[in-house]
């Protein structure tokens, strides 16, 4: 196999990653992928199936409501900008 994705440049290998986010995450809502999102936290430990929904949004919402980003170095987030449409409770 050839694969020349990561020789790419940082904006072309940070455009398809974050689409790809998009696409999972628009994927998670929808009906018969929930089915399978069931089976597999039957099959994987009970932390990365907690985890994994709920992180894919949160990069997506990030990369979707704040594209000021060109690179995955320059990806941050803090707890006011995690949690900007929730009632932060500490």
Do not use: T
């Not at 995450?25 to 709920?54: H, R, T, W």
Request: net charge negative.
């Amino acid at each position: 196999m050839e694969d020349d994705f990561l020789d790419q440049e940082n904006w072309y290998r940070f455009c398809k990653v974050s689409n790809i986010v998009a696409v999972y995450s628009e994927l998670l809502n929808y009906e018969p992928f929930k089915y399978v999102l069931e089976a597999i936290k039957k099959k994987l430990p009970s932390m990365e199936s907690d985890i994994c929904g709920p992180l894919f949004r949160f990069v997506r919402n990030i990369l979707a409501h704040f594209p000021v980003f060109e690179c995955w170095d320059d990806v941050w987030g803090n707890k006011d900008l995690v949690n900007w449409q929730r009632v932060c409770r500490s």
